[in-house]
Structures are given as C-alpha cells and as structure tokens.
C-alpha cells in the first residue's frame, strides 16, 4: 500500500472524507516525514505541530457527527513566510521579523482553512523573496532533494522542496519574477502562477502592511503540488475573497470554450541560448502536447526583450519602499548582501533604456500579446533558459550578467499578469526538467488543461527521497 505521505491530495482528502483513514492519521504520516527528512533538506523552517494535529482533530469530529466534510479535508499543507497565517511569524526570510506574528490569514490561506486544508509548516526563503537560490541568515539553506550541488530554486524554494520530498502534498508560495516556476522547476514539481487579481493580496498583520506597487503589480500568490489535478483543487478554493485587495477580480474559473484543436506557439528562443537539456525538455513537452491533439508551432514571442526591460524598470522604481527600508546590508546582512552587490549592476544593465512612461510601454506589449495569443492561446516555453545551477554560481558577478536575459519570458509573464503552470517532463543527469504553459489572464483552465496532458504523458517525478550529500 502507497505511504500516506506520498500520495496526491485529492487522494488523501477523498480517503478522509470517506473515513477510510482519519485527518490525524494523515497528519500525523506528514509530520514523521517531516521528522525523517526535513534534516536533509531544511525546507521546513517551523513545524506547526500541535496546531495541525489539533485541527485534525477537530476534523474527524466533525466527520463522526455527520457533518460534510470540505474538499481538501484533512489535507496537510506548508505555507512560505511571507504569507500570513494566523499565530505564526511572517519573517520574509529576515531576523528582524521573526517575532512579526500575525494576526490572522491571509485571505487565501483562511479560504483554504475553509476547504479543509491543515498549515502544517512554514517554509524557508530567501531574505525579502528577493534572489533565486533559497538561503538565508535566519533559516539556512535549503537544498534540492535531488542533488545537494544544485539550487533548489527560490524564491519558493522551500515549498518546493517539501513538496518535492513528500513532507506535504500542497505548498503556498507566490511568484514575482517566476519565485514559483523557477523552484518548481528545480525540485520537478508543478506549480500554478494564476493571473493578476485572481488571487488576493490581502494579509493578516495589523496594523496592514500593502506591497509596494511593483509587487502589487508583479507579484502574485498560488500553490505548488506534485500533481495538476492537485493544482486545480487547491485554485478552486483560493480566489474568492479580496480581502480589501484592490486587484482582485472574482472571474468565473472557466472561460468560454474556445473551438478545437487549441493551437500553441512554442517559444525556442526565450532570450538566450537554452542549455541542451532545456531545449531537450521543450522539444518533449511540445510532442506530448502533439499527440494530445494540440496545433504546436514555434514562434518568435513578440517584444520580448522590451517586456523584461520594462519589467525591471517597474520593479526597480516601486518595487522597493526606499524611504523606509534601510539598506540592504542593514536587513540581510552575509550572503543575501553579497549576492546583491554582485547582481545589482546586472539588474540595472537588464532595465535598458529608459521608458517615458513604463506603464505605457507595459500596455501596449500587453496588447502585442493579446493579438498575438487571439491567433494561439496557449504559449509553450522553458521556465528559464538555465537549468538548476550549482550552489554559489549567484554570488558570481559574471555568472550572473546573463541570468536577466535567461529568465526573460517568466518576467514577462509577470510583467502582463498572465497565468503559467509549471508541469515536469523528465530529467536529464540526475534533475529534473521542466516547461511552463501561459495562457491569456483568467484563463488558468486552459493552462491547467494542457498541463495535464503533458502529465498523462510525463507522468510524475516525485515524492522521492533525499538524495545524499556529495561527500556521504
């Protein structure tokens, strides 16, 4: 019989509810896996045990008096640290907030309380979610169950790693500048980035702390799973509330049907050479959606190199509260300083020449693509033109002058709040490869749906244990 820890949370809120196993007994299953393998990883930087076990409780006695059990019933969940949830600290990674409890969830997260799920752990991040290895002063680093050599990802890179490794079936990570594809992607996981607005904003500290407007902009939550269909379960029960969010839109989930065979543009080109293996894993997922009945053709996206120029021209203006944060090595002082300093002068180089107006440029690429994705909706492309880079490679100032140009298309998908799932395809010399499906905003259906079709194909990569140190 499977592990309890290792199946897919569907699975495990359908055994519950049928009361073939009890919420505790799944709960409990997580938080021995968390035991066994959280040492090896460090993915989970707190355990909300007693918490989770005595919402499971709670659970099956609501089930043994009758009542309807929710959806994601008794079905564990980590949630990063830069989420609220109530009762625990919001630290973004940094020392001087590890005592910033909040006061309540933050609207997703009460959302998906609401359905059943159990917030078993918080996980580990960079500090300010802003760099794209997980390590930090507070928590330490988190290292990739498949390889301890190679980067995890980030900035969700905890959640990914836990999911990955089967601590849980579901994580809660957000994505800036593909801070859920870029670690789904690393770990071989599935991710969902919904579309701008579709998920609220709102937190749960008082007095409230509203982002700045370039991560209001940029930057939205989602769920990270080992399955699509887990994907889509968690996305249904994470949307509806604003929480006084003025982005949010409550869109119907399912757009229109749109006439088939859907057709699909495949990026090659994503703004720099692709490593081998990525274009390996490109060239597959396009096959699989092939043979699925989709219309795949390579094209050339449209203004690409202007969208990530314009996006960190946004993010760089009001992505940063410059008259109240203190400088960077004053908050995340060590590595997180190092790391800045080497990739500041790439991140300025990758703003190019400035616009009169960025949010002007921004709409009129929006509309590019619109017309370009009438003729395609669905967009096939790699997460990133690299794969997962060793440890150390982003503290190196040259290593890290083409990564900008290699993230391209993840940053544009941000900068046009546009929906992208994150679906593995294989592996290729011990770790994991994967592609991304955009569509156009509020059209997660479609994304989700192609995704899936890659999955019945690929199949899935994980759980899997821990793979050794190099030195064991």
Same mark, same amino acid.
């Given at each position: 019989?499977?592990?309890?820890? @290792?199946? *897919?949370?569907?699975?495990?809120?359908?055994?519950?509810?049928?009361?073939?196993?009890?919420?505790? %007994?799944?709960?409990?299953?997580?938080?021995?896996?968390?035991? &066994?393998?959280?040492?090896?990883?460090?993915?989970?930087?707190?355990?909300?045990?007693?918490?989770?076990?005595?919402?499971?409780?709670?659970?099956?006695?609501?089930?043994?008096?009758? %009542?309807?059990?929710?959806?994601?019933?008794?079905?564990?969940?980590?949630?990063?640290?830069?989420?609220?949830?109530?009762?625990?600290?919001?630290?973004?990674?940094?020392?001087?907030?590890?005592?910033?409890?909040? @006061?309540?969830?933050?609207?997703?997260?009460?959302?998906?309380?609401?359905?059943?799920?159990?917030?078993?752990?918080?996980?580990?991040?960079?500090?300010?979610?802003?760099?794209?290895?997980?390590?930090?002063?507070?928590?330490?680093?988190? /290292?990739?169950?498949?390889?301890?050599?190679?980067?995890?990802?980030?900035?969700?890179?905890?959640?990914?790693?836990?999911?990955?490794?089967?601590?849980?079936?579901?994580?809660?990570?957000?994505?800036?500048?593909?801070?859920?594809?870029?670690?789904?992607?690393?770990?071989?996981?599935?991710?969902?980035?919904?579309?701008?607005?579709?998920?609220?904003?709102?937190?749960?500290?008082?007095?409230?702390?509203?982002?700045?407007?370039?991560? &209001?902009?940029?930057?939205?939550?989602?769920?990270?799973?080992?399955?699509?269909?887990?994907?889509?379960?968690?996305?249904?029960?994470?949307?509806? /509330?604003?929480?006084?969010?003025?982005?949010?839109?409550?869109?119907?989930?399912?757009?229109?049907?749109?006439?088939?065979?859907?057709?699909?543009?495949?990026?090659?080109?994503?703004?720099?050479?692709?490593?081998?293996?990525?274009?390996?894993?490109?060239?597959? @997922?396009?096959?699989?959606?092939?043979?699925?009945?989709?219309?795949? %053709?390579?094209?050339?996206?449209?203004?690409?190199?202007?969208?990530?120029?314009?996006?960190?021209?946004?993010?760089?203006?009001?992505?940063?509260?410059?008259?109240?944060?203190?400088?960077?090595?004053?908050?995340?002082?060590?590595?997180?300083?190092?790391?800045?300093?080497?990739?500041?002068? *790439?991140?300025?180089?990758?703003?190019?020449?400035?616009?009169?107006?960025?949010?002007?440029?921004? @709409?009129?690429?929006? /509309?590019?693509?619109?017309?370009?994705?009438?003729?395609?909706?669905?967009?096939?492309?790699?997460?990133?033109?690299?794969?997962?880079?060793?440890?150390?490679?982003?503290?190196?100032?040259?290593?890290?002058?083409?990564?900008?140009?290699?993230?391209?298309?993840?940053?544009?998908?941000?900068?046009?709040?546009?929906?992208?799932?994150?679906?593995?395809?294989?592996?290729?010399?011990?770790?994991?490869?994967?592609? &991304?499906?955009?569509?156009? /905003?509020?059209? %997660?259906?479609?994304?989700?749906?192609?995704?899936?079709?890659?999955?019945?194909?690929?199949?899935?990569?994980?759980?899997?244990?821990?793979?050794? &140190?190099?030195?064991?």
């Amino acid at each position: 019989m499977t592990e309890l820890w @290792a199946l *897919a949370a569907c699975d495990l809120a359908r055994l519950v509810a049928e009361r073939k196993v009890s919420a505790r %007994e799944v709960l409990q299953a997580h938080l021995d896996r968390i035991e &066994q393998v959280n040492p090896a990883v460090n993915a989970v930087a707190v355990v909300l045990d007693e918490q989770a076990l005595t919402a499971a409780d709670a659970a099956d006695t609501a089930l043994r008096r009758g %009542e309807e059990p929710g959806p994601l019933c008794g079905v564990p969940m980590t949630v990063k640290e830069n989420i609220d949830v109530a009762g625990s600290a919001t630290t973004l990674g940094i020392a001087a907030l590890r005592d910033a409890i909040a @006061a309540r969830d933050a609207p997703h997260i009460g959302e998906l309380r609401a359905a059943g799920a159990i917030p078993v752990g918080r996980t580990t991040m960079p500090e300010l979610g802003m760099r794209w290895h997980t390590a930090s002063g507070l928590r330490g680093a988190t /290292r990739n169950p498949w390889s301890a050599r190679h980067t995890p990802g980030a900035s969700s890179g905890g959640d990914a790693a836990a999911v990955a490794s089967g601590m849980v079936p579901l994580g809660m990570g957000n994505d800036g500048a593909g801070s859920l594809r870029w670690p789904a992607a690393c770990c071989g996981v599935a991710t969902l980035k919904p579309s701008l607005g579709r998920v609220s904003q709102g937190g749960g500290h008082e007095p409230p702390r509203p982002a700045p407007f370039g991560f &209001q902009l940029l930057a939205v939550h989602g769920p990270i799973a080992r399955h699509v269909r887990d994907l889509r379960l968690a996305f249904t029960h994470m949307c509806g /509330r604003s929480g006084g969010d003025p982005w949010h839109v409550p869109a119907p989930r399912s757009g229109p049907p749109i006439p088939r065979p859907l057709r699909v543009w495949v990026i090659t080109d994503p703004g720099a050479p692709p490593d081998p293996a990525v274009a390996g894993a490109l060239h597959r @997922a396009a096959v699989m959606l092939s043979d699925a009945g989709y219309l795949v %053709e390579e094209a050339q996206a449209p203004a690409l190199d202007r969208a990530g120029e314009i996006y960190h021209q946004v993010m760089s203006a009001w992505g940063r509260v410059y008259e109240q944060q203190p400088p960077v090595e004053t908050v995340a002082p060590g590595e997180f300083a190092r790391f800045w300093e080497a990739f500041e002068p *790439a991140w300025t180089a990758a703003a190019g020449s400035p616009a009169f107006d960025p949010m002007m440029e921004r @709409a009129a690429i929006a /509309r590019t693509w619109h017309a370009w994705m009438e003729r395609a909706p669905l967009v096939l492309a790699p997460v990133c033109a690299r794969q997962a880079f060793t440890v150390g490679s982003d503290l190196d100032p040259d290593w890290l002058a083409g990564w900008p140009a290699a993230l391209r298309v993840c940053v544009t998908v941000n900068l046009l709040g546009l929906p992208a799932v994150t679906i593995p395809v294989g592996h290729e010399a011990g770790l994991p490869q994967a592609v &991304q499906v955009i569509g156009p /905003r509020f059209r %997660e259906d479609l994304c989700l749906a192609a995704a899936a079709a890659i999955e019945d194909r690929a199949g899935p990569l994980t759980p899997i244990d821990p793979r050794p &140190q190099p030195d064991t």
